[in-house]
């Protein structure tokens, strides 16, 4: 009776925020005050009054203050994965799943460092072939030198300085993954796995949205899709490869039998707050310029995590009778999620709803696992997958070009076909990341198997792939 009446109570704040959000939305969101606006890109905006045939643009030049932000940003992306979600995943696994968990964070970063110069950039960004994929034109940065990335990317900065930039968004997205099938893959055929999936999952749908060319993004020719920073190319391709992840790879022996609570939380808090300390340079990064749209992109990524913990926790409440502390730092990371697509073309208040909406139904997906019978062990399509879902939607809701010149108005502010492109961009990622991840998985369980034993898987992949232990009892 009690769970019956929280349930109630759940859902009766569920009805009254999307009520609320119906009816006042549209006139709170118009007395939004944008920032100033950006120069475009390689020029600059002419003055009243000025002739209508203006000269043409200098050509670009880099510009020390850009490089330096973008820089710093590729530092704090970096830190985003390791240390933030080696901690973050590793504090929620048994003791004996912590060294394997945090060592599959910290080898990604190698891994793809290395594949992201020899072949991944040039295949996400390089040339385009088909608006499907780039070429290997720049294969091992070929051509990818210390002048100005084109005006199609970065025109203030060193074309390296783009590179590496996104080589952290590269990283971090495969280690998401990790979280969904955490204590149970043999670590060779992790390493095999990722190499491939990069590769063949990640980069082909990052130059769909990002790359020059590509059909789904906002370059010529595209479809028009708003992605500032990831909710497409990150967090969908990763929350729903990793619901693909848990049912090729099934479930952890004693799931839903023993208990299977994080070995340690103050671990896992820590992480989450690097990622949000982090996700200040993958979001307002994204701008790759220190100006306005870096610092909108700054304040909405911080209102929106914000607001997604605290929802997360008053839903929480409601229906455990108790807040968790997991449970706030969940809700802080689904609305780091939430935010990263729209953080270049929304405001303040937009933001809040973003994260509202995070905290609920990244909340309810987490709750619905246990429900559906998967084992996503440490919620990675919850959280991201939903997160990312719900953030590329809310795009189309809340985009407003008073935020940024060069995108879209979304619904909220008379373009309804905005949400239209949103969603084929949506359903594109989520099945061309559910169908290809399943097909790599085959391939790998086929030639390498996929799971260890389940003794080992018993004793742990601490000692039974890496000899280790976390921690020493003397």
């Known amino acids: 009776m009690m769970r019956q009446e929280r349930a109630f109570n759940v859902a009766r704040v569920i009805l009254s925020v999307l009520l609320l959000l119906a009816i006042t939305a549209p006139c709170v969101l118009a007395q ?6 950006a120069p ?24 020390s203050g850009d490089t330096a932000w973008v820089l710093v940003s590729t530092a704090l992306v970096l830190a985003m994965t390791a240390p933030g979600l ?64 084109n005006g199609d990317y970065a025109p203030t900065i060193p074309h390296q300085a783009y590179m590496i930039f996104q080589m952290m968004f590269a990283v971090i997205t495969p280690a998401l993954i990790t979280g969904a099938f955490a204590e149970r893959i043999k670590f060779s055929s992790f390493l095999v796995f990722i190499l491939l999936w990069a590769t063949f999952i990640y980069d082909p749908l990052a130059h769909w949205v990002w790359g020059n060319g590509g059909w789904l993004g906002t370059s010529k020719g595209g479809l028009g899709a ?7 190319v990150v967090h969908i391709s990763s929350g729903v490869s990793g619901l693909a992840c848990a049912f090729v790879l099934g479930k952890r022996l004693g799931y839903g039998k023993e208990t299977m609570a994080p070995h340690n939380l103050p671990m896992t808090v820590l992480g989450a707050s ?54 706030a730092a969940s809700g802080a990371v689904a609305g780091l ?25 990244c909340y309810l997906a987490c709750l619905a696992k246990g429900k559906l019978g998967y084992d996503d062990s440490l919620d990675a399509f919850g959280i991201h997958g939903i997160g990312g879902t719900w953030g590329a ?29 949103q969603a084929i961009a949506v359903l594109a990622s ?19 198997g996929l799971r260890v034993s389940d003794e080992e898987e018993r004793i742990g992949i601490d000692l039974t792939q890496h000899e280790e232990r976390a921690y020493s009892r003397g």
């Open 40 to 63: 475009a890109a390689g020029g600059e905006t002419p003055a009243a009054g000025a002739p209508a045939t203006a000269p043409p643009a200098p050509p670009p030049k880099i510009d």
């Open 274 to 327: 690097m990622l949000w300390f982090g996700w200040f340079g993958f979001n307002a990064g994204s701008a790759v310029s220190a100006g306005a749209l870096a610092t909108s992109a700054f304040v909405v990524t911080n209102t929106a995590t914000a607001t997604a913990a605290l929802s997360w926790m008053v839903v929480e409440w409601l229906y455990r009778g108790k807040p968790t502390v997991l449970g």
């Open 430 to 448: 989520w099945v061309f990341s559910f169908v290809g991840t399943i097909v790599l998985l085959k391939i790998v369980d086929w030639t390498m």
């Open 86 to 149: 080696a901690l973050f995943y590793g504090g929620m696994v048994r003791e004996k799943n912590a060294l394997g968990t945090i060592m599959q964070s910290f080898i990604i970063l190698c891994l793809i460092s290395v594949q992201w110069v020899l072949w991944g950039y040039s295949l996400a960004f390089g040339p385009d072939h088909g608006h499907i994929i780039g070429g290997l034109e720049w294969f091992g940065l070929n051509d990818v030198k210390m002048d100005a990335a």
């Open 226 to 232: 708003l992605d500032f920073a990831g909710g497409t």
């Open 32 to 37: 939004q005050a944008p920032p100033a606006a």
């Open 337 to 361: 999620v939430a935010i990263t697509p729209a953080s270049g073309f929304v405001g303040p208040i937009s933001s809040i709803w973003i994260g509202i909406g995070a905290g609920v139904f």
């Open 393 to 421: 939607l809310a795009t189309g809701l809340f985009a407003s070009k008073l935020i940024n010149s060069g995108g879209a108005d979304g619904l909220f502010f008379g373009n309804p076909g905005q949400l239209s492109i």
